[in-house]
């Protein structure tokens, strides 16, 4: 995931403009563990819009959150993680 910025300035380059990655992905799985969430729970939030996945990415058919989404939701529902 790369900032509009960052792309238009690698494309502005000759696409030889280091490009810096800003964003944790996490699958499904990995961002229920990580809210320390059952499947079945992570499930519930994402069916709500509570978790919003990237839109238009997935990581071998999965849908994926980036870190922040996953921070956001964590401090909306004063989880410590």
């Known amino acids: 995931v790369f900032s509009r910025e ?13 490009i810096e990655f800003i964003a944790t992905l996490y699958t499904f799985d990995s961002a229920a563990a990580y809210l320390h969430l059952d499947p079945k ?18 990581i071998g ?3 994926v959150y980036t870190g922040e989404e996953l921070e956001r939701v964590a401090a909306a529902r004063g989880w410590e993680l």
């Not at 519930?44 to 997935?58: N, R």
């Open 41 to 58: 729970e992570m499930r519930e939030l994402v069916a709500a819009g509570e978790i919003v996945p990237v839109d238009k990415v997935t």
């Open 61 to 63: 058919g999965q849908f």
């Open 6 to 18: 960052q792309l238009d300035d690698y494309k502005a380059h000759d696409q030889r403009t280091a």
